[in-house]
């Protein structure tokens, strides 16, 4: 609402209040256009306190979004850290999970699905198997 609008209502509150103020006064067209100035008074009213409603809402689920990214990028970063640990064991490891702070939230979410959404390329490099010889024991 803009300053004009803002004295547009603020005058037909008062306008209103003055209907309703000085009713004994007038009769006929006056007294029905005091009620549809006070009709309109309480719509604007209400419209008001749904808008005001919708912008606390609005802010509560920018606060919800705000929280889930910050815990995403929390999380990201752990597993970052934990690839670059494992360089030495898995070569290239650490630049599949690289991360990066000032990501916008659409390539946040992009680069946090994308390890689970590919194959594991990574094995171990060696595979031990140990052979158990199988004995017969008496019984």
């Known amino acids: 609402m803009n300053d004009s609008d803002r004295r547009r209502y603020e005058m037909l509150v008062r306008v ?3 209907g309703i103020d000085n009713a004994g006064d007038f009769s006929g067209i ?3 256009k005091f009620n549809l100035v006070g009709t ?3 719509d604007a009213e ?3 306190a749904a808008q005001q409603s919708g912008f606390s809402e609005a802010a509560q689920q920018f606060e919800v979004k705000d929280t889930a990214r910050e815990n995403l990028r929390d ?3 752990d597993t970052a850290r934990t690839a670059r640990s494992m360089e030495y ?3 290239g490891i ?3 999970f690289r991360f990066q702070r000032n990501m916008n939230d659409a390539d946040l979410l992009a680069r946090a699905r994308a390890p ?3 194959k594991p390329l990574y094995t171990t490099r060696t595979s031990r198997t140990t052979d158990f010889p199988t004995t017969s024991l008496p019984s």
Request: charged fraction near 30%.
């Open 94 to 96: 650490a630049d599949k």
């Open 46 to 48: 209400a419209k008001s």
């Open 89 to 91: 064991e898995f070569d």
């Open 75 to 77: 999380l990201m970063s």
């Open 16 to 18: 209103k209040q003055f």
């Open 40 to 42: 309109l008074v309480d």
């Open 30 to 32: 006056a007294t029905t």
């Open 116 to 118: 689970s959404s590919s």
